[in-house]
């Protein structure tokens, strides 16, 4: 029993041991715990305070991080990220409250940042204008940041851009059955249907809504299959954002068989959207904050959305992306994205008309 | 015989054991606290989203496909177990190995990938439609593919917890049947089956919870389920009160499932009647069965590892080939071990005590304790993590975002697969050698350290295993709850397949089968080293 003993000690030594060893190997600098260092920090008033940033990002990290880093390297300001997807990132905003660690959220779209919109500070006005006025919130609480635009993608295999309708309305036509491709439960798929019931009211877009319902359309998780599954003919088209078609391009080459279709009838098929970011109210860094919105706002930053990440610049005397339909070629209609919060009477369309639990 | 139980049922178990059970039983009932505190603040819309027809109809459907795939994942499991540890199947120790790995990979990975291999265009198609000109597969999307992904993801809970028991299944009791003139499939039937009803039992409900909590498969695959309606909540709707009440809904039913699993278990005793050392049972001669038998077990294998495996190897290989910069994998990897095995130390250590009171005094507390643990699996993700939330920004500020609230977390979503374990190998423990213990004066936690615990080892190890798996692949929780810049392989794999970036995806996907494989062969070394040795 003795030995046993003796073995049981032995292997929690062991096992310990081999923790700490992996403990001290791990080369992430962030398994040591942050608010120690934090703590040292508040000690030493007197050295130049190292700068520091942190950011929540519901854009990916793929996307995001290289310019991110270039911030990190321009200013000397230390930056860390929290990447999730933006309704995640907006939740754990609500629940951490006050004691959030977060300075800047930046968010895929204007329904992430509307729903924490309460937690952010107002933006001085020289940076609100900076970009059109639809493409900030009405009170100044995030502004956006790139452009997205709202695009059919359609097999080039089976379809021409002149076998293709003027308004998404057409779509309910019964000659599209079995032909279409959506991914309800997308975030920027359910702005445009928000879009829907600004422009056209609820009755137009709960017809739309049943009139693509009866044409048994294919259901997506989200673009990136429904644009793999326009490439793959498995839809002729699909209601997506414009931008996930050039990362297709970018892996499979021209041969890959979807393009994209700019709606010209400037309704709600041809909304123009943004990601965009706000500062929270509860930061302790709100100038370096607004260095990094500045930051983003610069020619750099917006050259660098539209050449890498296939989006739009949204700051005037920017060049767009020479494979993007420019966006003054766009009809989009003619309303604030501010104006697209009610997100619940969107969900609410979406169950009674079934399409969604 | 059945005094000598309750004797030590009647014993008061020590302090330790009862204070450690009830403080991880209050770590799991934090993510319920939350939820009710949450619903609470909801309104009258979301109590009328609760009580719609629709809303019951889509907690049907998910009662469907937990009880298909567990029913599936079951039969596949015992099938396997019983091939790979008790016949001279050719191979074995390979496919003991490869056939519990499917377990590693992400749920929303595997079915990405079966749906590009195995689509109704997908590479299969493409494959065929040369040569036989197929311009269309059967469609994959909704009930059978969601069932068909979940049961190749899950069965391996089964397979895990039912060869751990087969090894130590005493075979004096086979053989007494065998000499009594049944044949080998009556006596498979009729004693080995319900000797083996524990392990089953207890990765059946992992299985079943499993399917309950799952969002990647069913959301990619398209089938309706109840966790995908509270993440619609949270993702598209934005809002936590109705996605908390929903996830009520979902506890309900969690805890419904774990009571039958405890009705099912009844008073049966699964220990040894005498004292000795265990023998390994003699090994079945398959014959001319290996081959259906070789061919089943790589059926498995293809499509729940070969073919991903396939598609992820060519994802990078191109990726490679076209230029790319896989990133570094390598300290990422580290990471992902890292926090893996203090989950799967933190889990052990937390079932323990749990398993102990379960099992040597049954009562009502401690089995309110068990079924309490359960409770983390079969939610969402996302609900436990945004609870660790809520409660760690809060109340634990110091430790929010770090390592340590993270592993809480891994604790309170994976303590079940580390608790049915232990519970199944304490099973096959007879209390009378821990009495033989008291009797010549050992203390009740002397006795624990000396008998109990070398005797459960395998049983505990194999738990360990399991949580060092799941941990591997888990997202939500780790997105949000890790330090900030912290990544593992789930979330680099994650990050990048969430825009379509193939080779970038594939290579951390492929290294999370890889570093799980290792995990794997040292446990089925363990398995047969503990199995052939003496008890």
């Given amino acids: ?357 | 015989m059945a005094p000598v139980g309750r004797a030590a049922g009647a014993a008061r178990p020590p302090a330790v054991v009862w204070l450690s059970a009830a403080l991880v039983a209050a770590a799991m009932v934090l993510p319920m606290v939350y939820l009710v505190v949450r619903a609470l603040g909801a309104g009258a819309e979301v109590w009328e989203l609760l009580f719609r027809g629709r809303t019951l109809a889509i907690l049907a459907r998910s009662v469907v496909l937990a009880a298909v795939v567990t029913g599936a994942s079951t039969v596949i499991a015992v099938v396997l177990a019983w091939l790979t540890v008790r016949t001279d199947l050719p191979l074995r120790r390979w496919w003991a190995v490869l056939t519990i790995l499917p377990l590693v990979i992400p749920s929303y990975v595997g079915a990405f990938l079966i749906i590009v291999g195995l689509g109704p265009r997908g590479m299969l198609q493409q494959f065929l439609e040369g040569p036989l000109g197929i311009e269309r597969l059967p469609e994959i999307y909704g009930f059978p593919g969601a069932m068909l992904i979940l049961t190749l993801l899950s069965y391996p809970y089964v397979l895990l917890t039912v060869r751990a028991a087969l090894w130590r299944l005493d075979p004096a009791l086979e053989e007494a049947s065998l000499s009594l003139g049944h044949g080998a499939w009556d006596t498979f039937r009729r004693v080995t089956l319900p000797l083996l009803r524990p392990a089953i039992a207890a990765g059946a409900l992992l299985v079943a919870l499993y399917t309950l909590s799952d969002f990647g498969a069913v959301s990619l695959l398209r089938y309706e389920t109840f966790t995908w309606a509270i993440y619609l909540q949270y993702e598209a709707a934005l809002d936590r009160t109705a996605a908390s009440a929903l996830s009520l809904v979902l506890v309900a039913l969690a805890l419904s499932i774990v009571f039958l699993e405890a009705t099912s278990r009844g008073r049966a005793r699964y220990h040894r009647s005498t004292v000795g050392a265990v023998r390994r049972p003699a090994t079945v001669r398959l014959g001319k069965w290996r081959w259906p038998a070789l061919a089943f077990c790589g059926g498995i294998a293809l499509f729940a590892l070969a073919i991903p495996m396939a598609i992820l190897v060519y994802w990078v290989v191109r990726g490679i080939a076209a230029g790319e910069a896989l990133g570094q994998v390598w300290g990422v990897a580290l990471n992902s071990a890292y926090v893996s095995g203090l989950a799967a130390l933190a889990c052990v250590a937390a079932a323990l005590p749990v398993a102990y009171l379960s099992v040597r005094h049954p009562g009502r507390i401690s089995n309110l304790l068990e079924r309490i643990s359960y409770m983390g699996f079969a939610l969402p993700g996302i609900v436990i993590a945004l609870a660790l939330v809520f409660f760690g920004a809060n109340f634990v500020t110091p430790i929010y975002q770090t390592v340590a609230l993270l592993i809480f977390a891994y604790m309170v979503l994976f303590l079940p697969t580390a608790l049915g374990a232990a519970r199944a190998s304490l099973l096959q423990v007879s209390p009378r050698v821990e009495e033989a213990a008291r009797s010549l004066g050992r203390t009740p936690l002397q006795t624990m350290a000396a008998i109990t615990l070398p005797l459960v080892r395998q049983g505990v190890l194999s738990g360990a295993a399991l949580v060092f798996l799941v941990t591997m692949k888990e997202l939500p929780a780790t997105l949000l709850l890790s330090p900030i810049g912290f990544k593992t392989l789930a979330t680099t794999t994650w990050a990048a397949s969430s825009e379509a970036f193939f080779a970038k995806a594939a290579a951390p996907a492929l290294l999370i089968i890889a570093v799980s494989s290792l995990a794997v062969a040292i446990m089925s070394w363990q398995e047969r080293r503990g199995g052939s040795g003496s008890g």
């Avoid at chain 1, 040591?32 to 260092?37: A, L």
């Avoid at chain 1, 019931?197 to 809504?209: A, H, P």
Wanted: aromatic content about 8%; charged content about 20%; proline content about 7%.
């Fill in chain 1, 1 to 357: 029993m003795r030995k046993t003993y003796t073995n049981l000690v032995a292997l929690i030594v062991a096992l310990s041991v081999l923790l700490t060893a992996c403990a001290g190997a791990t080369p992430t600098p962030a398994t040591t715990p942050t608010p120690m260092i934090k703590e040292v920090i508040k000690e030493v008033p007197a050295a130049p305070k190292p700068q520091s940033l942190t950011i929540y990002s519901g854009r990916s990290e793929t996307l995001v991080d290289p310019i991110i880093q270039q911030f990190g390297q321009a200013t000397g300001i230390e930056v860390a990220v929290k990447y999730a997807k933006t309704a995640q990132l907006a939740a754990t905003l609500q629940e951490e409250g006050e004691k959030s660690p977060a300075d800047i959220f930046f968010a895929q779209d204007p329904g992430g940042l509307g729903a924490v919109e309460d937690m952010l500070v107002r933006l001085p006005d020289g940076m609100l204008d900076q970009v059109s006025g639809w493409a900030h919130s009405p009170d100044g609480r995030w502004v956006g940041i790139s452009g997205r635009a709202r695009v059919v993608v359609y097999n080039t295999e089976r379809l021409t851009e002149s076998d293709l309708p003027d308004s998404i309305f057409a779509f309910t036509d019964p000659q599209w059955k079995g032909r279409i491709g959506w991914p309800p439960t997308n975030a920027s798929f359910q702005t445009m249907v928000t879009a829907m019931r600004v422009i056209w009211g609820e009755d137009k877009t709960r017809q739309w809504l049943l009139g693509i319902q009866a044409n048994d359309p294919k259901i997506y998780p989200k673009n990136t299959p429904t644009v793999a599954a326009a490439g793959a003919g498995e839809i002729d088209v699909g209601f997506v954002n414009h931008y996930y078609l050039y990362r297709f391009l970018q892996e499979h080459g021209e041969s890959f068989a979807a393009r994209n279709y700019h709606l010209p009838s400037g309704g709600p098929g041809a909304l123009v959207m943004v990601a965009g970011a706000g500062i929270l109210s509860t930061s302790g860094s709100k100038e370096a904050a607004q260095r990094f919105l500045k930051f983003m706002l610069s020619p750099v930053a917006q050259q660098y959305f539209t050449g890498q990440t296939f989006e739009y610049p949204l700051v005037e005397g920017v060049k767009t992306n020479r494979l993007l339909t420019p966006l003054n070629e766009i009809t989009r209609p003619q309303i604030d994205l501010g104006g697209l919060k009610d997100i619940r009477s969107t969900q609410a369309l979406f169950r009674e008309t079934g399409i969604l639990p």
